[in-house]
């Protein structure tokens, strides 16, 4: 009797450590291909990344006015042969009319795989991505007066002077900047430019290839950079 349950005891000891041996087995070989896969797809993202130092986000641009206001503040500081533009735009309280364009551009460059994760075919960042916010004049300024909405011919010396028009264009910059500062920091242009960064990425990584990989991108995953200059 005792014999019988020292050989059962020793039967159940061998079923378990075959169970062990197994299951450590079936573990270690699915650790093996599931980090070549994993690995092979992280390699694919980098490389698909790395041709595009900066990927425009397609259809989350925006297009707004900037309005730049000229008084005696600001133009006292002018060159001397700006005086007489200066003097035309203040007395008749002028402010510039200018057409914008926003555009949203991701940063891809210098990303590696430590920035994101890839489960199920799915994209995410651990790490907030860059998003350069630049905003372009796109048709031709237009001079208002603050008080009837007209110009008249003196003013007209100025618009009609190509040196003149190139200087206040330049004054009118910060115009710019502020026009970029304000719609980067709207709530809905914010989800607007994750939604379609998201479409924009899927399409760098999917076009002409095998893979299939979905984009998450939520507005805490962007870093939005004003890059305008002030003057």
């Known amino acids: 009797m005792k014999t019988l349950g020292k050989a059962l005891a020793n039967k159940i000891a061998t079923i378990i450590l075959l169970v062990i041996l197994i299951g450590g087995a079936v573990w270690y070989v699915k650790g093996r291909v599931g980090s070549g896969t994993t690995s092979s797809e992280y390699s694919f993202v980098i490389k698909r990344f790395s041709k595009k130092s900066q990927l425009l986000v397609a259809d989350a641009d925006v297009e707004t006015t900037a309005n730049k206001k000229f008084d005696a503040a600001l133009t006292k500081d002018w060159p001397d042969w700006t005086k007489w533009i200066a003097d035309i735009i203040v007395s008749r309280k002028v402010t510039a009319e200018i057409p914008v364009k926003t555009e949203f551009k991701l940063e891809l460059e210098g990303l590696t795989k430590n920035d994101i994760r890839i489960e199920n075919n799915v994209l995410t960042f651990k790490n907030p991505i860059t998003v350069y916010v630049d905003s372009q004049k796109v048709g031709e300024t237009k001079f208002k007066s603050a008080s009837s909405g007209l110009i008249d011919k003196t003013v007209d010396l100025v618009t ?38 998201e479409e924009a990425l899927e399409n760098l990584l999917n076009l002409n290839s095998d893979q299939n990989i979905d984009v998450q991108i939520n507005v805490d995953d962007l870093e939005f950079k004003n890059i305008d200059s002030k003057k």
Do not use: C, P
């Open 160 to 197: 009609g002077n190509q040196k003149a028009m190139e200087f206040l264009e330049e004054k009118s910059q910060d115009a710019i900047y502020a026009t970029s500062k304000k719609v980067m920091n709207n709530d809905e242009r914010q989800k607007k430019v994750a939604k379609h960064s």
